[in-house]
């Protein structure tokens, strides 16, 4: 069982470019999630969705954008990235009527 | 400050001992809450989910005071195997605040 998979596993991206990190799900899950781990803060969510077609905003959503076409994807796009969005960034979903989040392997991002 | 609070260790205790770990929360309005477990460089997974009445598994019992807004989760008997960072979780629907996670190393 796969669950779900985030692409690419590691990247080293220029400041100003953009890039779009990739996150799929096998499991069905209604919702997903967008977290970013930094040293000492813990993860942050960056942004949500509830079923296909809808999004919403976490705690740092500034510089990030998600999308939502389907159930099995959701992913992360930064337009413009700067330094301090390098993290590891870790894409998780959840069943309806559950409270566990199931999270992928990461990427770990690097701005430079 | 953050949502909710750990104490970032690291606690180093021999095999066998029993380790007790604590997390307060700050958003009275939590209605979930969590421990998860994280190896280095690998992703968070549930160890546990955490009730008022407590609750066990194993070696593993967690508690939460909704008064206090405090959780804990106790190992007993600890293993090498158990060396983790543990993550602390409060949620409210979708908003989940994890705490930035307490380092155990067991050693032999």
């Known amino acids: 069982t796969a669950g779900i998979t985030q692409a690419p596993t590691s990247q080293i991206l220029a400041a100003g470019r953009s890039m779009t990190l990739r996150c799929t799900q096998d499991m069905r899950h209604n919702a997903m999630y967008w977290y970013r781990q930094d040293l000492g803060l813990g993860l942050r969510l960056i942004h949500y969705?509830?079923?296909?077609?809808?999004?919403g905003k976490g705690e740092v959503p500034d510089g990030y954008s998600v999308s939502r076409a389907n159930t099995d994807d959701f992913p992360l796009t930064l337009a413009s990235a700067v330094p301090s969005q390098t993290s590891v960034y870790f894409c998780a979903s959840r069943s309806s009527g559950t409270d566990t989040q199931y999270f992928g392997p990461g990427t770990r991002l690097t701005v430079l | 400050r953050k949502e909710v609070e750990q104490d970032p260790g690291p606690f180093n205790v021999p095999e066998g001992a029993t380790v007790a770990f604590n997390c307060t929360y700050s958003n009275s309005a939590s209605q979930s809450f969590f421990w998860y477990r994280q190896d280095c460089r690998k992703e968070p997974k549930l160890l546990m989910s955490v009730y008022s009445s407590g609750n066990e598994d194993g070696r593993f019992t967690a508690q939460l005071n909704r008064a206090s807004q405090y959780i804990s989760l106790l190992i007993r008997d600890s293993k090498l195997s158990d060396s983790a960072t543990y993550l602390c979780v409060g949620s409210n629907n979708n908003d989940m605040r994890f705490g930035a996670g307490t380092r155990l190393t067991v050693k032999p």
């Open positions: 969705s509830n079923t296909a077609g809808t999004t």
